[in-house]
T-cell receptor
Framework: RKEVEQDPGPFNVPEGATVAFNCTYS??????FFWYRQDCRKEPKLLMS???SGNEDGRFTAQLNRASQYISLLIRDSKLSDSATYLC????????????FGQGTELSVKP | GAGVSQSPSNKVTEKGKDVELRCDPI?????LYWYRQRLGQGLEFLIY????????KSGLPSDRFSAERTGESVSTLTIQRTQQEDSAVYLC??????????????FGPGTRLTVL
């Protein structure tokens, strides 16, 4: 089993749609969680951290369920510029060190 | 300020040759990471340097792979006797290291390695 597993993609949605990505992780000792965004042929960049109580940043909402070892990302009112690959990321040690990346879910927002 | 830089941006080599990839982290970042990303795949952790501690080499796929870091500055990733399956983008990242579980990692643009 992979350490971090994500929904297979691609997700093709119209502008304005709401889209949700899911992710599960295997290491119950993981303590920090993130969503990174990667544009085509570019490096990953942090989209948002995921906190225990859930957190929101504009159109983006992240949720964490430690009991189920499940992380989600919700994008509301999707824009063309949201088209990218979304990477679910879990820290692989307990000191803020190495990160374990999911394989990513590709999102394509169409006009 | 300057971000993480990597060189070369592209490298084409023949099977069996050695290659050396370079990473310059953000100044002041004590931690440096190397990842590999094959086409259409997620990032695969390779190695992690934190200050003067022994590096975490747990992700290196074989003894053909090695990395060094000089103090808290530049790092080189060396691949000996390259194989076609080594073809990938090699990404370097840096951050402020331990002390916070939510330290963002900043990535360089990567080196695209093609082994013919």
């Amino acid at each position: 089993r992979k350490e971090v597993e994500q929904d297979p993609g691609p997700f093709n949605v119209p502008e304005g749609a709401t889209v949700a990505f899911n992710c599960t992780y295997s290491n119950s000792a993981s303590q920090s969680f993130f969503w990174y965004r990667q544009d085509c042929r570019k490096e990953p960049k942090l989209l948002m951290s995921v906190y225990s109580s859930g957190n929101e940043d504009g159109r983006f909402t992240a949720q964490l369920n430690r009991a189920s070892q499940y992380i989600s990302l919700l994008i509301r009112d999707s824009k063309l510029s949201d088209s990218a690959t979304y990477l679910c990321v879990v820290n692989g040690d307990n000191q803020g060190g190495k990160l374990i990346f999911g394989q990513g879910t590709e999102l394509s927002v169409k006009p | 300020g300057a971000g993480v830089s990597q060189s070369p941006s592209n490298k084409v080599t023949e099977k069996g040759k050695d290659v050396e990839l370079r990473c310059d982290p953000i100044s002041g970042h004590t931690a440096l990471y190397w990842y590999r990303q094959r086409l259409g795949q997620g990032l695969e952790f390779l190695i992690y340097f934190q200050g003067n501690s022994a590096p975490d080499k747990s992700g290196l796929p074989s003894d053909r792979f090695s990395a060094e870091r000089t103090g808290e500055s530049v790092s080189t990733l060396t691949i000996q006797r390259t194989q076609q399956e080594d073809s990938a983008v090699y990404l370097c990242a840096s951050n402020k290291g331990r002390g916070s579980l939510y330290n963002e990692q900043f990535f360089g643009p990567g080196t695209r390695l093609t082994v013919l």
